[in-house]
């Protein structure tokens, strides 16, 4: 009789141990609890990591597929060069901004210098002195280097101006492309 018992109690100890053995990886479902944390499954083709869901607010530990965390590591690398991008683009719109200003400024005083000097010529008689003749030749210099500062002035304010709308451009683009990205994070993680 004890040999029969010593028989039950091992055949009943090999059966207990091949059902404690059986680990959670075999009783997977995506997206249904697990453990341990980091535990790796395939479910159906794909694998599958015990871990929280990045496209969820709970905690719980889940079957989360590799789409689904590749996915994640995708927009959290999205998020990263984005806010680095958006600091970029953002002190070059600043500077562009004072580029702009700077080059208002100039056109002003240019403009302002062209006007004034234009009516000074016309103070000058029909025939001019010899002295007179330098005068009106070094005037005109003078509102022809002015012209020439207020067509770069304008050519710079056109240009930074274009600067300014590609940067907005972009960063609208950059932010529906990480927005694209987070709804494909949802989409995998389902």
Same mark, same amino acid.
């Given at each position: ?13 090999? +059966?207990?141990?091949?059902?404690? *053995? ?6 997977? +479902?995506?997206?249904? &609890? @697990?453990? =341990?944390? !980091?535990?790796?499954?395939? /479910? *159906?083709? +794909?694998?599958? %990591? @015990?871990? !929280?869901? =990045? ?12 789409? @689904? ?13 984005? &806010?680095?991008?958006? #600091?970029? %683009? ?5 500077? #562009?901004?004072?580029? /702009? %200003? ?7 005083? #240019?403009? !302002?210098?062209?006007? %004034? ?10 025939? =001019? ?20 500062? /207020? #067509?770069?002035?304008?050519?710079? /304010? ?19 492309? +990480?927005?694209?990205? !987070? ?5 995998? @993680?389902?």
């Amino acid at each position: 009789m004890s040999k029969r018992i010593s028989a039950l109690s091992i055949a009943a100890l090999v +059966l207990a141990g091949s059902f404690v *053995g059986i680990s959670s990886a075999s009783a997977a +479902l995506p997206y249904k &609890a @697990c453990k =341990p944390a !980091k535990a790796k499954a395939t /479910i *159906g083709k +794909l694998s599958y %990591t @015990c871990a !929280k869901n =990045p496209a969820g607010t709970s905690t719980a530990l889940v079957w989360v597929s590799k789409p @689904c965390l590749d996915a994640s590591a995708n927009y959290k690398s999205a998020v990263s060069i984005t &806010a680095s991008n958006t #600091a970029t %683009t953002t002190a070059a719109v600043n500077a #562009a901004k004072r580029s /702009i %200003t700077v080059n208002e400024r100039q056109l002003a005083s #240019a403009q !302002k210098n062209v006007d %004034t000097w234009s009516k000074n010529m016309l103070r000058y008689p029909k025939n =001019p002195t010899e002295a007179e003749k330098k005068q009106i030749a070094t005037v005109q210099e003078g509102i022809d280097r002015n012209k020439e500062r /207020i #067509a770069d002035a304008q050519a710079n /304010i056109t240009s930074l101006q274009a600067q300014l709308t590609s940067a907005t451009e972009q960063g609208t683009k950059n932010a529906a492309g +990480l927005e694209a990205i !987070k709804a494909s994070v949802t989409t995998s @993680c389902k």
